[in-house]
């Protein structure tokens, strides 16, 4: 039998519960986040000033980040992507902050990762063709002198996954 709630950490670190509501809510913003809290209640079941406390507490409690606009690059002159695994010459906390301070900024970059293994980040950027990822690559990166090496692998598709609460699992 599946356990109706789930403990998820807040921002704050605490472990609050989040219950079957709260995961309907969320799997609904997810879904749209433009949804009106109207709209929200039907979909979910619950009475309008129960959402509207339900999403405000969920934001409250950190487990809701924000909404934003999800736009499509190719539409935006931004056409190519790539993924940039950097590692650094030296993993001394200067040259990290000095790298991770400027790089995340740059327009160019859309999602900056922090990673183990072989490499030190892993950078998504989007671009509006090869010429200026090249371009990128040299003015932002090769000449770098904190950054020791750079593998580059071009994006053809992005498919998202959930990004919602995992489903419970079948014992």
Do not use: C
Not at 110 to 131: P, W
């Amino acid at each position: 039998m599946s356990n109706p709630t789930k403990n998820v950490r807040s921002s704050t670190g605490s472990a609050e519960p989040l219950d079957a509501i709260d995961e309907r809510i969320l799997a609904a913003l997810v879904d749209d986040a433009r949804i009106s809290n109207k709209q929200l209640a039907e979909l979910v079941g619950i009475a309008p000033s129960t959402a509207l406390m339900r999403t405000r507490a969920l934001s409250e409690r950190g487990i809701i980040e924000g909404f934003e606009a999800v736009l499509s690059l190719p539409a935006i002159g931004r056409s190519v992507q790539a993924l940039i695994a950097v590692r650094l010459r030296a993993h001394d906390r200067d040259q990290i902050d000095r790298f991770t301070a400027r790089v995340p900024k740059l327009p160019a970059v859309i999602s900056t990762f922090h990673t183990t293994g072989s490499v030190d980040y892993l950078l998504h950027i989007a671009v509006a063709n090869t010429d200026d990822l090249r371009n990128w690559l040299l003015d932002n990166l090769a000449t770098d002198p904190v950054v020791g090496h750079t593998e580059t692998t071009m994006v053809f598709q992005h498919i998202p996954g959930n990004r919602g609460p995992l489903p419970e699992e079948d014992a």
